[in-house]
């Protein structure tokens, strides 16, 4: 399983990012796909969650913020980021959201004031 995330970059307060995840060995289309970021404490925390049907959850402190969203058809899954601040700098990655598979190396996205 292949998870190749990228997008990342540096953006000032206020800016956005897409990011993309570009997923192989899996059947994606039946996989309920997650992103996600590393904390402070070094831990990934999940941001964001859609099913097959394209149903979606959000963690509080991103709601209305981020939107997650994904192609099928280009076994890719996306993070639209807007309104970025500070507290979102950080390591992010994507995965599956019911079940793990094996971290891509995740992409880096900085917010600068």
């Known amino acids: 399983v292949q998870l190749q995330a990228s997008g990342g970059g540096t953006v000032e307060i206020g800016g956005s990012l897409r990011l993309s995840c570009v997923v192989s060995?899996?059947?994606?289309?039946?996989?309920?796909m997650g992103w996600y970021r590393r904390t402070p404490e070094g831990h990934r925390e999940s941001l964001a969650t859609?099913?097959?049907?394209?149903?979606?959850h959000y963690l509080d402190s991103i709601k209305g913020r981020f939107r997650i969203t994904r192609d099928n058809a280009k076994n890719t899954a996306f993070l639209q980021m807007d309104n970025l601040k500070p507290e979102d700098a950080s390591y992010y990655y994507c995965?599956?959201?019911?079940?793990?598979?094996?971290w891509g190396q995740g992409t880096q996205v900085t917010v600068s004031s």
């Open positions: 995965n599956g959201a019911t079940r793990l598979f094996s």
């Open positions: 060995g899996i059947d994606f289309a039946s996989t309920d």
């Open positions: 859609i099913t097959t049907s394209g149903w979606t």
